[in-house]
């Protein structure tokens, strides 16, 4: 792992909470008690350098910039390893958004961008196991996970510390926003100005009129109708073209109940593919594309038409729907890594190879 030494120059990035400007500083390094309470880091005089990589691989940096937020904290090894790559989920609540997130990171801790060429490391330990024992493990034992709690700023979900078959390792960091903060907090929805992907969210129960989804959306309470989350969004980004720049990938989560509907079908009994293909991403992107088209109308499909790269993908985070909180037969998570795998592909953490390889997808 690569670490500064103390009087060194760190490269400058943005915060992921403020969108200031921040860099390494030891001299505002803190650590987490065992109440979870922030307390001053000192380094002494550690000499070793492998004893004082350990201490900043658990180690926090306070950003200087709290005028207009709360106090937060960043971890060290996020501003120690290049630029990071900020992932946010766009959404409403209830669409899933968590459910898809958590297995996603899952998946990848399964090893599941192996066959990428891609290997893997937390950003920190503890949040990391705290990630993995309140979020995958709760999930994974049938439990319905709680929606995103409404916050005034953005906040890490997770951050990994991701290194491609090109060796170049860069952290990063996955958000997961409430779809009412996205509509009603300016401090949110400046994060969102300088975020390097997005991926859009889209809930059937809200999308598609097929008649056989009728009933459990009058279960629910759910009624049809355009996500707001995804106009916000999509208003609030900077342009500078008639396309906007960021990386995106289109989800039409729950597909689970589609499975029986052409061509959702076909695609989650696709199997994992073994390589990155282009082409494999725009076949399920025009599938997709004309499938929410024809039945959802030009709404639903805006994130695509206003993106200058994008893909759309068939995904089911849990196999299956709840009942009173609970996934009686457990989660069977289907093609949840690929919209991941799509965003950063053209994010360029896989890769540059020409032809069918990463740097063509989405194109």
């Not at 307390?39 to 207009?68: F, I, K, M, V, W």
């Not at 994974?140 to 951050?159: D, K, N």
């Not at 958000?175 to 401090?187: H, K, V, Y």
């Amino acid at each position: 792992m690569t670490v500064p030494v103390p009087g060194t120059t760190a490269q400058e990035i943005l915060c992921p909470y403020c969108l200031e400007v921040v860099a390494y500083d030891e001299r505002q390094l803190f650590v987490r008690n065992d109440k979870q309470q922030y307390e001053p880091l000192h380094l002494g005089h550690q000499s070793s350098p492998l004893r004082l990589a350990d201490t900043l691989r658990s180690a926090y940096q306070r950003c200087s910039n709290a005028d207009d937020v709360q106090a937060h904290y960043i971890p060290v090894p996020y501003l120690t390893h290049g630029s990071p790559l900020t992932v946010a989920m766009v959404g409403d609540s209830a669409t899933g958004k968590t459910h898809l997130l958590t297995q996603m990171i899952a998946e990848i801790t399964d090893g599941g961008l192996d066959p990428y060429g891609v290997t893997w490391q937390s950003v920190n330990p503890q949040d990391h196991k705290t990630f993995m024992d309140e979020r995958v493990d709760v999930l994974r034992s049938g439990t319905m996970l709680e929606h995103t709690p409404s916050r005034s700023f953005a906040a890490f979900v997770e951050a990994l510390l991701l290194t491609g078959p090109e060796g170049v390792t860069r952290p990063v960091a996955f958000f997961d926003l409430s779809g009412e903060d996205l509509r009603r907090t300016d401090g949110v929805l400046r994060f969102m100005v300088g975020v390097d992907a997005l991926i859009f969210v889209v809930d059937p129960l809200r999308a598609l009129p097929m008649a056989h989804l009728d009933p459990l959306r009058g279960q629910l309470g759910f009624t049809r109708g355009g996500d707001p989350a995804f106009q916000t969004v999509l208003d609030r980004l900077p342009r500078t073209g008639p396309y906007l720049g960021v990386a995106a990938a289109m989800v039409i989560n729950k597909s689970d109940l589609l499975r029986f509907e052409p061509p959702v079908d076909r695609w989650l009994g696709e199997p994992p593919p073994g390589r990155l293909s282009a082409a494999r991403f725009r076949d399920e992107s025009r599938d997709a594309y004309a499938y929410l088209r024809a039945h959802s109308g030009p709404a639903w499909v805006r994130p695509f038409d206003s993106v200058l790269r994008c893909t759309l993908h068939f995904a089911s985070a849990t196999g299956s729907h709840d009942h009173r909180g609970t996934f009686v037969h457990g989660t069977r998570p289907r093609r949840v890594l690929e919209p991941l795998v799509s965003v950063l592909a053209m994010c360029g953490l896989l890769g540059c190879e020409a032809g069918d390889g990463p740097a063509t997808v989405g194109m």
